[in-house]
């Protein structure tokens, strides 16, 4: 069959070999994909009567008992947010994502004693999609900083790789809703657009990482659609086509990776 007529990854041939790389280095370091897929329901996320800081520390509970890492001890902070635009009235085109992260980690040490440290933008609280995603994504950084080894590539490319650390952990439907936002605002004076973008991978690379991790559970990528985005949906049936076509076993395809030639 002539090759424009076979289903096409929306990545190239290079990005899917780092993928493959990246997760045989995860289920080496940490063991087997998550033992299921994480869904944007009341099972997985219960609602909180609680307002402010305290609903974001309920999400987060449920976010680490979801990648089982409910006795990981981690502080969660509120971080900076993004800057109110304040022009009086207007058609605006707004833009986030460069003023303030939507959340950090990092390690702090005092009186001989280390202790891990999330930080999320109360920006985008209202966005719970938005927030899990961001919350898996640190909760990524802390896993990793658990690592023996440098991930494929080096640690230069580790937030690419914590990105696919939280589609490890099950949350690849978030990880790719909230990679670009694109919706109509009406605030005060204020009517437009707004666009922001989140996460370090791309759309088309998460779906075809969401679908890599789902084979590698020996679960059907399938089981996402109702979930995703309309044009997401159609990314992840390229990519398991595709994937079909180019590694029918896709465990046996991430067992034959040699992270050798990944060295940093």
């Not at 997760?23 to 033992?35: D, I, R, T």
């Not at 992260?101 to 999330?118: K, L």
Request: proline share 7%; net charge neutral; hydrophobic share 45%.
């Amino acid at each position: 069959m002539l090759s424009f007529f076979r289903p096409k990854l929306p990545i190239d041939a290079d990005e899917l070999e780092w993928q493959l790389a990246t997760f045989k280095w995860l289920q080496a370091e940490f063991g087997p994909v998550a033992k299921a897929l994480v869904l944007p329901t009341p099972h997985w996320f219960p609602p909180s009567q609680r307002q402010g800081h305290a609903r974001m520390e309920d999400l987060f509970a449920a976010v680490r008992k979801a990648a089982g890492m409910a006795d990981w001890p981690c502080e969660l902070r509120p971080g900076r947010s993004e800057r109110p635009v304040q022009v009086g009235f207007a058609l605006l085109l707004k833009h986030h994502g460069a003023a303030a992260p939507c959340g950090t980690f990092q390690v702090e040490e005092a009186d001989g004693t280390r202790r891990a440290v999330i930080t999320y933008n109360p920006s985008l609280a209202a966005d719970t999609g938005g927030m899990i995603a961001t919350l898996a994504h640190e909760l990524g950084h802390y896993l990793m900083s658990t690592a023996k080894s440098a991930p494929p590539g080096g640690w230069a490319l580790h937030e690419l790789h914590t990105d696919l650390a939280a589609v490890y952990l099950g949350f690849g439907i978030f990880l790719a809703n909230s990679a670009r936002n694109f919706a109509q605002f009406q605030s005060g004076g204020e009517m437009g657009w707004s666009s922001r973008r989140q996460g370090y991978l791309s759309e088309g690379a998460l779906v075809t990482g969401l679908a890599l991790a789902e084979r590698l559970a020996g679960r059907d990528p399938a089981a996402a659609e109702p979930y995703l985005k309309p044009y997401l949906v159609t990314d992840l049936r390229k990519a398991m086509r595709a994937l079909a076509r180019l590694h029918p076993d896709v465990a046996a395809g991430v067992e034959a990776v040699d992270l050798g030639d990944f060295a940093a």
